[in-house]
């Protein structure tokens, strides 16, 4: 068996592992989150005009595939003439869907999960059990032994840690330690950031054999979970990383970071730090689950079989994205630019008035009518800047801007019947054509949030 400190080094191998094959695709998804909150623009405002297509087509699929919270429901596989099984079936259901509307961990972890899906391409969540412990009442006469001791046992060795006397005077045993009980138990369904999840290096979910989420602590929930003793040798020097700069305060940088990491083949879970030489904790299967690791498969995007590093959605459109972004500033400048403009003659300042203060039935008086008439009048005396070309110009814009609309939506799988657009001269027929074609891909979408939210369900 090799040592710990052998056993650690491999993890942190495993991790680094990750990070390397993973690191282009964590900076394309800072990007693709910064052009969805569009926090590349500057507070002054002169930046080129955009069109975010990809926060519209978020805002679209994320309802369109998670529209409600999931219904719990547990069935017998058999329906034998079971009632033990059936009324087991009915608690746990009634138990699950007490958690899903108590409890907002899972409302959270869900929505949080699709938009990472739909973003980043992968979304994550971690179920964990977190048992509520009490410590007994001791009731005044204290606790007496009731249950039947064996022929040559004493009550004393019977139940020697929880014996109190019932003789008020006398002196109370050694072991008068208070009995503790689950006041109750639940399991978090917790969200875990996409910078905070990993995995072992393979090709697809199966051959996974190690996950890991990071956790940022604090001193004293450190001091609670490992001991004090390890607590003053850790370093409390960072905080979870933020993605941009605009609304946040600056980073505290007062807790640690942890690693909790479950391994599939040794069936064992880990607790460790990249600062500290050895394991924080180690311990057997604690959950003992089906297929052992604590999250279910994550929510992903564009994947193929030789990879589990997705391909975010927008960058199978971000060509088209550019070309609208560009059309877009084009069109703000030639709208910005159809204004009446010209010149006139000096001599008539009335002109300059005519286009500034002229109002409904309003006449401007002239000087030297004569002469201006003489001149042939408007026509002789003002030139204004055709108008026509830019307008003409501005109309092609708006049409391949459509059009590039049209071939994202076709990527996509986003049709005019789910946006809530269509034709009046179209039929019936040809609507309900449509929402089929949009359907094939949107119901796969929903099937993958399904088969998710069953999965967190199940080890629920």
């Not at 400190?5 to 964590?26: A, C, E, P, R, V």
């Not at 079989?305 to 070309?323: G, H, M, R």
């Not at 401007?364 to 042939?376: L, N, Q, R, T």
Request: charged fraction near 25%; aromatic fraction near 10%.
């Amino acid at each position: 068996m090799l040592p710990a400190t052998s056993n650690l080094q491999k993890y942190l191998g495993i991790i680094h592992s990750y990070d390397n094959d993973f690191k282009k695709w964590d900076g394309r998804v800072v990007k693709i989150i910064r052009r969805y909150r569009d926090d590349t623009r500057s507070a002054s405002g002169n930046e080129t005009a955009k069109f975010n297509i990809l926060w519209s087509n978020v805002q679209t699929l994320v309802p369109a595939v998670y529209a409600r919270m999931p219904k719990a429901s547990v069935s017998r596989r058999f329906s034998d003439n079971d009632p033990v099984g059936r009324v087991a079936a009915l608690l746990i259901e009634r138990a699950l869907d007490y958690e899903i509307e108590h409890y907002s961990d899972f409302r959270s972890s869900m929505k949080n999960a699709v938009e990472d899906r739909f973003l980043g391409g992968r979304g994550t969540a971690w179920v964990r059990y977190d048992p509520h412990i009490r410590k007994q009442d001791v009731p005044e006469d204290g606790y007496q032994i009731t249950e039947d001791v064996e022929q040559g046992e004493s009550a004393e060795g019977a139940n020697q840690s929880f014996f109190y006397p019932q003789d008020h005077t006398a002196a109370p045993q050694e072991a008068t330690e208070v009995p503790e009980e689950i006041e109750y138990e639940c399991s978090p369904a917790d969200y875990v950031h996409w910078k905070d999840f990993g995995h072992s290096p393979a090709r697809t979910w199966e051959e996974v054999t190690c996950v890991w989420r990071w956790v940022y602590m604090t001193k004293d929930a450190l001091t609670e979970r490992f001991g004090e003793e390890i607590a003053k040798k850790m370093p409390f020097d960072t905080s979870p990383e933020t993605l941009t700069k605009m609304g946040q305060a600056s980073k505290t940088n007062d807790r640690a970071r942890i690693c909790e990491l479950w391994d599939k083949e040794n069936e064992k879970v880990y607790w460790l730090s990249e600062n500290y030489p050895n394991f924080l904790d180690e311990r057997d299967d604690p959950l003992e689950l089906e297929n052992f690791f604590p999250c279910p498969k994550p929510l992903y995007a564009t994947t193929t079989s030789d990879t589990l590093i997705p391909v975010p959605d927008f960058v199978l459109y971000q060509d088209q994205a550019n070309e609208l972004d560009i059309l877009t500033d084009r069109i703000d400048g030639l709208v910005k630019a159809l204004r009446v403009r010209g010149v006139y003659d000096a001599s008539q300042p009335a002109l300059q008035r005519l286009l500034t203060e002229g109002d409904n039935n309003t006449l401007i008086p002239v000087d030297k009518w004569m002469a201006f008439s003489e001149k042939g009048g408007l026509r002789g005396s003002i030139d204004l800047l055709p108008i026509d070309t830019l307008a003409a110009v501005l109309i092609q814009c708006y049409q391949a801007q459509s059009q590039i609309k049209g071939q994202i939506y076709e990527i996509t799988g986003i049709s005019d019947i789910i946006r809530g657009q269509t034709a009046a001269s179209e039929t019936a027929t040809a609507q309900q054509i449509k929402g089929q074609y949009a359907g094939l891909r949107l119901r796969a979408m929903q099937d993958g949030v399904a088969m998710f939210a069953s999965e967190l369900l199940r080890m629920k």
